[in-house]
């Protein structure tokens, strides 16, 4: 069974940083790239970013030179970096895989910016 479990979130001030991890089973990890997305309150989700199997990583604009994607073959976990955060940022935050045409998600993990 695939799973996808995802950690690291919670209340950090404008300004700070979070680390988001991605924890996967139940597949070949190495084949597959990881996806990052984000659901704010009240909008549609949105694609933060992905980082393929052989490390070459996308992000979104609003991503881009804040937020850095990792991974670790041995643990068979995607690292979603946050840095410079902002009241916008606040979402709850999912990694996906895409495997024989079939999405698979996490239970998303809430990042809440505010003073």
């Known amino acids: 069974e695939v799973q996808l479990v995802e950690s690291g979130g919670g209340l950090v001030q404008p300004g700070g940083s979070l680390t988001l991890s991605c924890a996967t089973s139940g597949f070949y990890f190495d084949q597959y790239g990881i996806q990052w997305y984000r659901q704010a309150p009240g909008k549609e989700r949105e694609r933060v970013g992905g980082?393929?199997?052989?490390?070459?990583?996308e992000y979104s604009d609003f991503a881009k030179g804040r937020f850095t994607l990792s991974r670790d073959r041995m643990k068979a976990t995607v690292t979603l970096q946050l840095n410079a955060l902002n009241p916008e940022d606040t979402a709850d935050y999912y990694c996906s895989v895409l495997i024989s045409g079939v999405r698979h998600w996490g239970q998303g993990t809430r990042v809440t910016v505010a003073s």
């Open positions: 980082i393929g199997s052989v490390r070459n990583v």
